[in-house]
C-alpha cells in the first residue's frame, strides 16, 4: 500500500504568519525537572498559520464555526491538478482538466510555498470558478498559497463566491513534491468550538489509478 504524503507546513517558531496576525510560538512552559514526572508544552498561535482550513463564520458571521462543520469533507477522494502556468486561474483555465468525480479538488499553483516567508502576491483565483466547481461537484478547494483571496482583500470574494456555491477551503497547503493525480486526503480540523478556522495536518495517499 501506498504511504501517505504530508503536504502540510510544519508549525515552527519561525513559520511565516498573515501580518497583524498572532505568531506561531511553542515553549515549554514546565520541564520534566519541574514538574517531577513530565515535559509540558504550550502554544499561543493564530488559527490561520500554516495549512489551515477556513471556517465559513470566518468571512460569514453567521456562517457555521470549525465544530459545526462535516468531517466528511475533509476525508475521502482528492484529485491533485497543475495550474502552475498561469497566475491567473478562471473556468476557462480549469476546463482543461478532468475531475473524475471526486469532490475535493487540490491546486498546485505557480507560487514557491516557502513556509518561512509570507508573499506579497498570489496567483489570482477568479470569484467565477466557484460556479463551475460546484457544477462539477466540487465540495472543498484546496489551494497551495495563503488565502483564496488576494492579502489586500478587504472583500474577500472569492471565499464569499465559493461558500455561496457550498465549496469549502483548504489553503497553504504544500504540493511542489506532488505528482498530479488522484489522492485519498485527509486535513481534519481540530474540534475547536465557536472557531473561524484550524490548523490541519493534511496528508495525501496515491490511488492504484495513478500507477495505471
Do not use: C
Not at 476546463?95 to 510555498?113: C, G, H, I, K, V
Not at 465540495?139 to 469549502?168: C, N, Y
Not at 498530479?180 to 495517499?205: E, F, K
Amino acid at each position: 500500500m501506498s504511504k501517505w504524503i504530508d503536504i502540510s507546513q510544519a508549525l515552527t517558531n519561525d513559520i511565516a504568519h498573515w501580518p497583524g496576525d498572532t505568531p506561531f510560538n511553542y515553549k515549554l512552559s514546565a520541564t520534566k525537572e519541574q514538574t517531577g514526572s513530565a515535559n509540558i508544552g504550550e502554544i499561543t498561535t493564530s488559527l490561520h498559520i500554516g495549512t489551515h482550513i477556513d471556517a465559513p463564520f470566518h468571512f460569514n458571521s453567521n456562517g457555521k464555526t470549525v465544530d459545526q462543520l462535516d468531517l466528511d469533507l475533509y476525508i475521502g477522494k482528492a484529485i491533485v491538478i497543475d495550474v502552475s502556468h498561469t497566475d491567473n486561474i478562471t473556468a476557462a483555465v480549469l476546463e482543461n482538466y478532468q475531475f473524475d468525480y471526486a469532490t475535493r479538488l487540490l491546486l498546485r499553483t505557480s507560487l514557491p510555498n516557502n513556509p518561512k516567508r509570507f508573499p506579497r502576491e498570489f496567483p489570482y483565483l477568479d470569484p467565477e470558478i466557484a460556479q463551475f466547481l460546484s457544477e462539477k461537484g466540487i465540495q472543498l478547494l484546496g489551494v497551495d498559497i495563503p488565502s483564496v483571496d488576494a492579502p489586500d482583500s478587504k472583500e474577500l470574494t472569492t471565499h464569499h463566491a465559493l461558500h455561496r456555491h457550498g465549496i469549502h477551503i483548504l489553503e497553504n497547503i504544500m504540493l511542489k513534491h506532488v505528482i498530479p493525480g488522484s489522492y485519498d486526503l485527509i486535513a481534519l480540523p481540530l474540534a475547536i468550538h465557536g472557531a473561524d478556522g484550524s490548523p490541519v495536518r493534511a496528508v495525501l495517499r496515491p490511488l492504484k489509478e495513478n500507477e495505471s
